[in-house]
């Protein structure tokens, strides 16, 4: 949730609250009103989706404030005053405090004072999961993230606290009403430490009597410490209870505070537009200006620890995006210092490549002599070649032609007496330096006259480089 901008949002049985408050020069500029849920036909989730409309925030963080009437409080004297102790301390406690099971509840833990004795006075505040998720479920379905959940009688206490920064913190009652009730808030060193609520069905005298009992009660609780003053909201004034005759019946000077500061002051509340029912919101001006940070919050754990790893997950991508950017900068930088390397390589190569083509063309030159020297080097004569092959030939063996193709193949064609006359032969050809790849194309028997003779023939090739071509 941004700093400079705050939505707050309170649901009982009677209406829905919904305010919008943005820091703009100096002050908070709310927007917001109050819809009654009995009469209007619409749900509380109706309602709420249509104020978000109005005044803006959808898709917004929010924080929500827990209705005196859903929430248990209990008063306990603990030995810790270390708050995670006592928190577990409770914990441990809750199935013979509330009718709940430790699954079943949220709760949060405030030290209110010390004993005599050194040990801790602590306040524990518990509320039904089921409520909680209840409230989450109308959030979200108004597309209001929820960011904090916090009970109404200490946001009261703390807007009465910022309004009058020169109240000395003597014991006080702080009486606040709206449609669905009256919520009583016992204060004690700029602290509050209890509170009780009497729904809107009493009135006049009866609920009087309730709010007077409950003020002597909690006197009776702390000896020494009970209340000395009582200051009502401009809101009380909505209400058939007499602020006089109440102080009256538990004998101590009452006071009607005005409505919200419009000016002035680091907590001060300017109207953005007329909101009769700001005499009535005390609860949620006090979160506007005095924030959650020492508050109890009744945020889930496990929800707390979703969005924990959501965040973790997010800054991991962001961090593994800034990487990749920076990586990718740097590729940027180093690529830019080697095209300034490779414009000079480049430069060079072109000297080179100019010089290159001189000494490719005396190469060519060079070649161009070398390839006549070894033509000339590795040439064989014709008759030379018929030199050798006479030699080598068996005085058997008769040829009748020879013949050397444009590959350079030659093919003997002759007449032998025997088979192994042929065989000894090629055998010769092949074992001889002169000749190479000397083959037995055919070897066939044939009548001529009273006799059986061998036609057969024979191809090779010189074993001097380049004879073919030279012939």
């Not at 013979?96 to 306040?123: H, N, W």
């Not at 919200?260 to 002051?265: C, D, E, I, N, V």
């Not at 030159?365 to 006479?390: C, I």
Request: charged share 25%.
């Amino acid at each position: 949730m941004r700093r400079d901008e705050k939505t707050v949002v309170e649901i009982n049985a009677a209406c829905v609250k919904f305010f919008r408050g943005v820091w703009k020069n100096k002050a908070w500029a709310v927007r917001g009103g109050i819809r009654k849920i009995p009469g209007s036909g619409k749900s509380a989730q109706e309602l709420l989706s249509e104020m978000v409309s109005e005044f803006g925030g959808r898709g917004r963080g929010a924080i929500c404030l827990v209705p005196r009437q859903e929430v248990f409080l209990k008063q306990l004297p603990l030995p810790s005053q270390s708050r995670e102790e006592m928190r577990r301390i409770v914990d441990l406690q809750i199935p013979s405090l509330v009718p709940y099971g430790r699954e079943e509840v949220i709760f949060d833990v405030s030290l209110t004072g010390r004993e005599p004795d050194g040990s801790s006075r602590a306040l524990a505040v518990f509320v039904s999961r089921v409520t909680v998720d209840r409230y989450m479920q109308i959030l979200h379905k108004c597309r209001l993230t929820p960011e904090h959940f916090v009970l109404s009688s200490q946001a009261i206490a703390e807007r009465f606290f910022r309004d009058h920064p020169d109240f000395a913190g003597e014991p006080a009652v702080l009486i606040e009403a709206d449609d669905a009730g009256v919520e009583v808030c016992f204060c004690e060193n700029k602290q509050w430490v209890f509170s009780r609520s009497f729904s809107s069905a009493e009135q006049g005298p009866a609920l009087l009597e309730d709010i007077a009992a409950a003020i002597k009660a909690h006197g009776q609780q702390c000896p020494g410490a009970g209340p000395e003053r009582i200051f009502g909201s401009a809101s009380v004034q909505r209400l058939p209870v007499d602020l006089r005759e109440l102080a009256g019946a538990v004998s101590l000077p009452a006071e009607t505070l005005p409505g919200p500061a419009l000016s002035g002051g680091p907590h001060a509340i300017s109207w953005g537009s007329p909101c009769p029912a700001q005499f009535s919101s005390a609860g949620v001006l006090g979160v506007m200006s005095a924030g959650t940070d020492q508050m109890m919050d009744f945020m889930p754990k496990d929800i707390l620890a979703r969005r924990a790893a959501c965040r973790l997950r997010r800054t991991i991508s962001l961090s593994a995006v800034l990487m990749v950017l920076a990586v990718g900068l740097l590729c940027f930088f180093m690529q830019a210092a080697v095209s300034r390397r490779e414009a000079q390589v480049e430069r060079l190569q072109e000297e080179a490549r100019s010089l290159q083509t001189q000494v490719r063309r005396e190469r060519e030159k060079m070649n161009g002599y070398r390839a006549v020297d070894d033509r000339v080097q590795g040439r064989v004569l014709v008759v030379d070649a018929m030199k050798d092959l006479y030699d080598l030939m068996p005085e058997n063996i008769s040829l009748r032609s020879v013949a050397m193709s444009a590959s350079g193949v030659w093919s003997v064609q002759g007449w032998a007496p025997v088979e192994e006359g042929v065989h000894g032969f090629q055998q010769t050809l092949a074992g001889s330096s002169a000749f190479r790849d000397v083959a037995l194309e055919f070897a066939t028997k044939k009548k001529m006259g009273t006799a059986e003779m061998i036609d057969f023939k024979l191809v090779f090739r010189l074993a001097a480089s380049g004879a073919g071509g030279e012939r």
